[in-house]
């Protein structure tokens, strides 16, 4: 069984947002505050600069305070907010960005400073 997973893709299909990945990950409900979470979003992290990406971006409901702290803890800052573009339980959700930028790169294609 496993105790959560995490994982990341496209933030937009358009070559323009190439270098751009927005991550999810999971950890099971009884697993939580263990550092599975944590240790899950650096291997992403390394992962994404490996690969040359710019820019990590995270979609979090709004009243998930644990989530956005970790992230926060990680270096993510907050982007925007989208109001009631969810929904659970019968609720309207709110939807937290924040992004973390992954070089120093001032050129898109350059290889410097990767």
């Known amino acids: 069984m496993s105790l959560g997973y995490s994982s990341f893709g496209d933030w937009r299909a358009w070559d323009g947002y190439r270098h751009t990945i927005e991550h999810s990950v999971y950890v099971r409900a009884d697993q939580r505050g263990k550092g599975i979470g944590k240790a899950l979003m650096l291997a992403l992290i390394d992962r994404a600069k490996e690969l040359g990406k710019h820019v990590m ?8 305070t644990a989530s956005i702290q970790l992230h926060e803890k990680l270096g993510f800052e907050h982007a925007g907010l989208l109001k009631q573009v969810g ?6 959700l709110d939807l937290a960005f924040l992004q973390l930028t992954l070089d120093s790169r ?6 410097e400073n990767k």
């Open 87 to 92: 929904t659970k339980f019968d609720a309207w």
């Open 106 to 111: 001032k050129v898109p294609d350059s290889t």
């Open 57 to 64: 971006v995270a979609g979090i409901e709004a009243k998930n």
